[in-house]
C-alpha cells in the first residue's frame, strides 16, 4: 500500500510502503535535558503539550555531587519550547535525592474539583544528614483556567507528607499517582511510593532508627500509601502529614470489620512489603497496579496488584525485607518467612524477576493502551542501570500464590527499541546499545503517558560506571509512534531523506516517465540501505516517487 504524503520541489513526491511489522518507531521529542525524571500530559491539555522533571538545576555531574533541585515544565513538542512551571532550585541534592516525580489529579480542569489547578509533587532534598523526603502540593492555574506563573506558585506549597530517611540519601519517596479508573471520593485519591531508605541495615525487628521498616505498617517508609488529598486531615496537630485517610484502606477497613483484633497500623499504608518501588503506573483499563521493585544485592522485582485485591485487609504484602525476588535476602536477622510478621499476611512474590548479572534497578513503566495496536496489552518496564527494555504479555487473572518471577511472556526489545529511533529534526541521529553515547536509549528513568495513551520513555543520560550514570545535560525524552515513516528535507544538493530500522528497511523509488525503464515499478534506489541519504533531484523524470519498506 502506497500513501502519498508531500509534493517536493522538482516534481517529486515521497511516499512509504506499509508493512506487517515492526509497525511502529520511536521518535526523539526532546534532547538534551538536565537529568529528566518523569513526563506526562495533563487533563484536558492539547495533543503538542506535555510536562516534564528535571532531577537538578545546576550542572554537576556524578552520585556524589551536590546540585540544586530541578524543575517542572511544560513542553510543546512542536516547537520544543520548555518553559518553567515550578522552580525548586533554592533545595540542594545529592545522591539520589531531587525531583522525583509529579502527578495531576484526574479532575485537574474540573472547576467545581477541590483538586481544580493542583499539582502534586515528591521530591528528596539533602540537608546534611539522611534524605528529607517530600510531597507537596500547589496551584498551577487561575480560577480562569490560565498557568499562574511559576513566582506565584511555588508559594502556594502545601505539605502533604514530610519524613526523614531511616540512613540514607537514597530509596526516597519515588513515585506519585492517581488511579485513573477510579470513580467519586476516590478520584481525590493520592498513592505514594515510599523507598525503605535504610541500604545495607539489619532486620532489627522491622523497626528503629536503623532497621528495615518495609512489613512494619507502624512506620510509612517501603510502602504503598493511599491518601485523600481533597482538604480533610487526619493527623490536625502534625503538620508532616496533611491528608485525609479513606476509610477504604486496607487497615481501617480491617479494623472496622474486626474491631477484637484490630491490626496495629497506619491507616494510609495501602501495600506492605516494598524496597524502592521506582515507577509505578495503574493500567488505564483496568486499574491494575504494577511497579518495579529496585533489589539491594542480587535481584529486580516486577510487581503486580490486581485491582480489587485485599479491598477489607490487611494490606497486601511483597516479602521485602524477608525476600528479594522469590529468594531469601541477604538482609542480616531476616526471618525469612513466608508471611509479613506483623499482620500475618501471605507475601506476594514477583510477577518478574531477575538478577544482577542482567541489570540492577528495575524501572517500572505502562501497560500500553495507545494506538500502537502491536503492543496494546502489554506491559513495558526497563533497567535504568543496563539501559534494557521488556515487553511483558501477562494474564491478570494469574492466582496471586502463583507469582514466581517468571509469569507471562516477555520479549527482550532492547535492540529493537534502539533500531527504531529517529529524530525527525536530526538526520544523522539513531539509536545504539552503548551506554557511552548520546544516541538512544541509555538509562531509562521512567515512562510516561498522555491523555491518549500514547507511551514516552525518560533517558536519564547516558554514561559509563556508577557515577556516570548521573551525567548532567544528557537526557532525552522519546514517544513510541505509529507506523515507520520516511523523514526528509530539501536543500540545493536534493532531497535528504531517513528513516527509523536500519538494516530492516530500505529506500525504493519508481517513475512514471515514459522515458524509464522503471515505469510501474518500485527499484531499491542505489544506496538506499543506509540512512540518512540525499537523493538528487530528478532532471528527466516529471515525476518520482519514493518509499522505505520492510525487508
Wanted: contains cysteine.
Amino acid at each position: 500500500m502506497i500513501s502519498l504524503l508531500r509534493l517536493l520541489p522538482a516534481a517529486c513526491f515521497v511516499a512509504y510502503g506499509a508493512f506487517a511489522a515492526p509497525g511502529y518507531h520511536l521518535v526523539r521529542i526532546a534532547p538534551v535535558l538536565n537529568q529528566p525524571t518523569f513526563v506526562t500530559q495533563a487533563p484536558g491539555d492539547p495533543p503538542n503539550i506535555l510536562h516534564y522533571s528535571t532531577r537538578i538545576s545546576t550542572a554537576l555531574s556524578g552520585f556524589s555531587a551536590q546540585n540544586t533541585m530541578g524543575k517542572i515544565w511544560r513542553y510543546d513538542v512542536n516547537t520544543r519550547e520548555s518553559t518553567i512551571v515550578l522552580d525548586f532550585s533554592e533545595r540542594t541534592v545529592v545522591n539520589d535525592d531531587g525531583l522525583q516525580c509529579f502527578a495531576f489529579p484526574p479532575d485537574f480542569r474540573n472547576t467545581e474539583s477541590p483538586l481544580f489547578g493542583k499539582i502534586y509533587v515528591s521530591s528528596s532534598q539533602y540537608v546534611g544528614g539522611p534524605a528529607l523526603n517530600l510531597v507537596e502540593e500547589f496551584t498551577i492555574l487561575n480560577p480562569d483556567g490560565t498557568p499562574i506563573s511559576p513566582e506565584t506558585a511555588i508559594n502556594t506549597g502545601r505539605v502533604i507528607l514530610r519524613y526523614v530517611n531511616n540512613s540514607e540519601n537514597n530509596h526516597t519517596v519515588d513515585w506519585i499517582g492517581f488511579d485513573p479508573t477510579a470513580t467519586g471520593e476516590a478520584r481525590n485519591y493520592l498513592y505514594i511510593s515510599t523507598g525503605d531508605g535504610a541500604f545495607g541495615r539489619a532486620y532489627n525487628g522491622g523497626s528503629g532508627t536503623t532497621g528495615r521498616p518495609s512489613q512494619n505498617p507502624m512506620d510509612l517508609k517501603g510502602k504503598f500509601l493511599r491518601v485523600d488529598v481533597s482538604g480533610m486531615d487526619a493527623y490536625p496537630s502534625d503538620p508532616d502529614r496533611n491528608y485525609a485517610i479513606p476509610a477504604s484502606n486496607p487497615i481501617p477497613a480491617y479494623n472496622a470489620l474486626d474491631p477484637d483484633t484490630p491490626i496495629n497500623g497506619l491507616g494510609e499504608v495501602y501495600v506492605t512489603g516494598v524496597r524502592n518501588g521506582y515507577r509505578a503506573s495503574f493500567d488505564r483499563v483496568t486499574g491494575d497496579l504494577y511497579w518495579g521493585d529496585v533489589g539491594e544485592n542480587a535481584y529486580e522485582e516486577v510487581n503486580f496488584l490486581k485491582a480489587g485485591t485485599a479491598p477489607d485487609g490487611p494490606p497486601a504484602d511483597f516479602g521485602w525485607p524477608q525476600w528479594e525476588g522469590v529468594h531469601p535476602s541477604t538482609v542480616s536477622g531476616a526471618p525469612h518467612t513466608s508471611t509479613n510478621p506483623f499482620t500475618g499476611v501471605i507475601s506476594f512474590g514477583p510477577i518478574r524477576e531477575y538478577p544482577s548479572t542482567v541489570g540492577d534497578a528495575a524501572i517500572g513503566g505502562y501497560v500500553h493502551r495507545g494506538p500502537v495496536l502491536e503492543l496494546e496489552g502489554r506491559y513495558c518496564y526497563a533497567d535504568f542501570v543496563e539501559g534494557r527494555m521488556w515487553l511483558l504479555d501477562f494474564d491478570r487473572d494469574t492466582p496471586p500464590a502463583s507469582f514466581n518471577g517468571t509469569n507471562g511472556t516477555l520479549a527482550d526489545v532492547t535492540a529493537l527499541w534502539n533500531s527504531l529511533i529517529v529524530d525527525p529534526l536530526v538526520p544523522t541521529y539513531k539509536g545504539d546499545t552503548s551506554l557511552g553515547t548520546l544516541n538512544g536509549l541509555d538509562h531509562i528513568v521512567s515512562f510516561g503517558e498522555d491523555n491518549a495513551g500514547n507511551l514516552y520513555i525518560v533517558d536519564f543520560g547516558f554514561g559509563t560506571g556508577f557515577s556516570g550514570q548521573y551525567t548532567a545535560n544528557a537526557g532525552e525524552l522519546f514517544q513510541v509512534v505509529p507506523g515507520i515513516r520516511l523523514y526528509w528535507t530539501n536543500s540545493v544538493d536534493g532531497i535528504q531523506f531517513w528513516w527509523p530500522g536500519g538494516f530492516q528497511f530500505r529506500l525504493q523509488a519508481q517513475t512514471n516517465s515514459l522515458s524509464s525503464g522503471m515505469t510501474g515499478e518500485w527499484h531499491d534506489y542505489p544506496g538506499g540501505f543506509f540512512s540518512p541519504l540525499t537523493v538528487p533531484l530528478p532532471a528527466a523524470e516529471e515525476t518520482v516517487f519514493f518509499r522505505v519498506i520492510g525487508l
